[in-house]
């Protein structure tokens, strides 16, 4: 089964930096986009930003200009370097896997989350 593990997060002071990584493992043949995606209480889960396979980024409105999303050497890995950050970007923020090819058809994965708090 592809497991995704995730790093980084704590707690910051607002306009301080963190940086999120993310691995995954297991049988994996192919990945055709990682991200992340955030979710604070009592709210629904949004996109904060993607990379394709080929390189193509996307971004939520309100991280752009302050976060990016980089892929690592291996195929399997994402980073996520969040600078300037707001009160605002309190929450977990959960990795994302899409369109793996595995021992199984292609799927999506989630790692289990990792908390990032702002402090004002």
């Known amino acids: 089964q592809v497991q995704l593990v995730e790093s980084g997060g704590g707690l910051v002071q607002a306009g301080g930096s963190l940086r999120l990584s993310c691995a995954a493992s297991?049988?994996?043949?192919?990945?055709?986009?990682m991200g992340w995606y955030r979710q604070a209480p009592g709210k629904k889960r949004e996109l904060v930003a993607t990379?394709?396979?080929?390189?193509?980024?996307q971004y939520a409105d309100s991280v752009k200009g302050r976060f990016t999303i980089s892929r690592g050497n291996a195929k399997n890995t994402v980073y996520l370097q969040m600078n300037s950050l707001k009160p605002e970007d309190t929450a977990v923020y959960y990795c994302?896997?899409?369109?793996?090819?595995?021992?199984?058809?292609?799927?999506?994965?989630w790692g289990q989350g990792t908390q990032v708090t702002v402090s004002s």
């Open positions: 994302n896997a899409a369109g793996v090819l595995s021992t199984t058809p292609n799927a999506d994965y």
């Open positions: 297991g049988i994996i043949f192919t990945i055709n986009a």
């Open positions: 990379i394709t396979s080929l390189g193509s980024t």
